[in-house]
């Protein structure tokens, strides 16, 4: 999700769920410190609960930057080995790791020795071609016994040469089943499940067999479906709000970010553009929040000129 789940995506998807678990996108440890920690760090208090996704594979910088993390209040430091792109790869961190279960414990042991939060793990059930179910639980086993307790599996192989991360995400068949039996030969951790999972029912019924569910993509490019979640999942009362009143808190947000930061109502606005996704004159609102010749204009202008050409298309 990187260059998605920034914090503007984050608060807005905090409107439609308070409960859900939110991360961020990838943050390179050499990003943090090598470069702006108030950039990559900074976030809205209302993301909470939120975490902290990390890539890195050098025990040190691992441990300053999950550090850096707690201190500026996230919830969990998570550490990414699922990531397969080649540009990933050449940091030696990403998906890659999952052929060196060791050094990865010895991340996760750093990192656990020097925060509070809990430090967690996403990772694949298996590198390149290799579809054993012994791969993939050798890798929990060894992590585990670092101090790792929660594990969010994406459900299919990482082929880390001939696969750009799009067919990373396609190409290599789900198999869920080898999620569920991590569970069962791993009773004492929390195993989420990743992939493919696009819909309440498909999140109910893997919530039989495992812990936890993260869904990614489609939260993004259809983000109303987290709208029941605190109610479906989470026993809260069900939601009351509207696509619209939800547009309205992001336009209100829109110009906040402009005053405090200067930054454009196009760098967050991108980041709801499937609110309306399967509903007539989504296809118009949706150009006109991607208008740039319309940046001069204040967001409540945007989304008024939206909502009355969305309304000339019912």
């Known amino acids: 999700m990187m260059d998605w789940t920034d914090r503007h995506c984050r608060y807005f998807h905090r409107l439609l769920s308070s409960k859900t678990l939110l991360y961020t996108e990838m943050v390179t440890t050499g990003a943090l410190i090598h470069g702006d920690v108030a950039r990559h760090l900074r976030y809205n208090a209302e993301e909470h609960p939120v975490a902290l996704q990390l890539g890195g594979s050098d025990t040190a910088d691992l441990a300053h930057c999950a550090r850096l993390g707690q201190e500026w209040g996230y919830d969990e430091i998570n550490l990414n080995c699922g990531?397969?792109?080649?540009?990933?790869?050449?940091?030696?961190?990403?998906?890659?790791?999952?052929?060196?279960?060791?050094?990865?414990?010895?991340?996760?042991?750093?990192?656990?020795?020097?925060?509070?939060?809990?430090?967690?793990?996403?990772?694949?059930?298996?590198?390149?071609?290799?579809?054993?179910y012994e791969f993939v639980r050798d890798f929990v086993g060894a992590v585990s016994e670092a101090g790792c307790r929660v594990f969010?599996?994406?459900?299919?192989?990482?082929?880390?040469?001939?696969?750009?991360?799009?067919?990373?995400?396609?190409?290599?068949?789900?198999?869920?089943?080898?999620?569920?039996?991590?569970?069962?030969?791993?009773?004492?951790?929390?195993?989420?499940?990743?992939?493919?999972?696009?819909?309440?029912?498909?999140?109910?019924?893997?919530?039989?067999?495992?812990?936890?569910?993260?869904?990614?993509?489609?939260?993004?490019?259809?983000?109303?479906?987290?709208?029941?979640?605190?109610?479906?999942?989470?026993?809260?009362?069900?939601?009351?709000?509207?696509?619209?009143?939800?547009?309205?808190?992001?336009?209100?947000?829109?110009?906040?970010?402009?005053?405090?930061?200067?930054?454009?109502?196009?760098?967050?606005?991108?980041?709801?553009?499937?609110?309306?996704?399967?509903?007539?004159?989504?296809?118009?609102?949706?150009q006109v929040w991607s208008d740039h010749r319309l940046k001069g204009l204040h967001p409540a202008e945007v989304a008024a000129i939206a909502q009355g050409e969305a309304t000339k298309s019912l």
């Open 152 to 286: 969010i599996v994406h459900a299919r192989n990482a082929w880390l040469k001939g696969l750009s991360p799009k067919e990373n995400r396609e190409v290599p068949p789900l198999r869920y089943a080898l999620v569920h039996q991590l569970k069962r030969e791993f009773p004492h951790l929390m195993i989420a499940i990743n992939g493919g999972i696009t819909n309440n029912a498909q999140i109910a019924e893997q919530l039989q067999s495992v812990d936890g569910v993260m869904v990614g993509r489609e939260a993004y490019h259809n983000p109303w479906l987290m709208s029941d979640w605190d109610a479906t999942f989470y026993d809260e009362p069900l939601c009351e709000q509207t696509r619209e009143s939800v547009e309205q808190q992001m336009v209100d947000y829109m110009a906040r970010e402009a005053a405090l930061r200067g930054t454009p109502w196009s760098t967050i606005a991108r980041h709801m553009l499937g609110l309306r996704h399967g509903l007539p004159g989504a296809r118009r609102w949706r």
């Open 83 to 132: 990531c397969p792109s080649e540009r990933v790869q050449r940091g030696a961190f990403g998906a890659c790791l999952m052929a060196e279960p060791r050094l990865v414990a010895d991340c996760v042991k750093a990192m656990v020795d020097g925060v509070d939060v809990p430090v967690t793990v996403k990772h694949r059930i298996g590198i390149d071609k290799t579809e054993s």
